[in-house]
């Protein structure tokens, strides 16, 4: 071929390309040959085992081009930073009633990482006040729930703020408390 698209080796021609592996083999192994008698591979057990190759490398070429393209599903997601979040307020709303944590959230962040290296994580940041009839009491509330969430299995640590007791005593604020959540334990859309 003028341009370079086929060659010839052994006398026989072969295409030269993206698939000319696949393209040569099928080229090679399943016509006829002169007799009218179909060709097998020797290196195969059966015409079943040629087909599921080829098939096999089509879809290897498929997958190749997807990933060349950016549309390969089988790239992992990045933690899901709502889902941190969500696992660490489900700490406050899950004992609300029974420890009689009365909770207010200032602020409340959630970021993901997935960094190459170093293992997923989502840091959830809160600017929090617990509100109780005494600056002790808020501030055992507080230590229940900081408590609670270092031991949930997805609590890799929980950033120890100390507290700032309200002007009225009847509460604390922590400003900037962090919590690093791994997400491969929280279960669901995060793993």
Not at 153 to 172: E, F, H, M, Q, Y
Request: proline share 6%; charged share 25%; net charge negative.
């Amino acid at each position: 071929d003028a341009q370079g698209n086929i060659m010839r080796v052994d006398g026989v021609e072969q295409m030269v390309g993206p698939m000319d592996g696949l393209i040569n083999y099928v080229n090679n192994f399943t016509g006829e040959d002169a007799d009218g008698k179909f060709i097998d591979d020797p290196q195969m057990p059966d015409r079943v085992a040629q087909l599921e190759y080829i098939e096999g490398e089509i879809q290897r070429k498929i997958l190749e081009l997807q990933r060349e393209l950016g549309q390969v599903t089988d790239v992992p997601q990045p933690p899901s930073a709502f889902h941190g979040m969500s696992a660490v307020l489900e700490t406050f709303a899950d004992n609300l009633e029974s420890q009689g944590w009365r909770p207010s959230f200032r602020r409340l962040r959630a970021t993901s990482s997935d960094r190459k290296g170093r293992e997923p994580s989502v840091e959830v940041a809160l600017d929090l006040t617990f509100f109780a009839d005494s600056d002790s009491e808020a501030t055992r509330h507080y230590e229940n729930w900081k408590a609670l969430v270092e031991g949930k299995p997805w609590c890799r640590s929980v950033d120890g703020r100390g507290n700032t007791p309200l002007a009225n005593g009847k509460g604390i604020f922590i400003q900037g408390l962090k919590v690093d959540v791994d997400p491969t334990k929280l279960g669901g859309p995060a793993s």
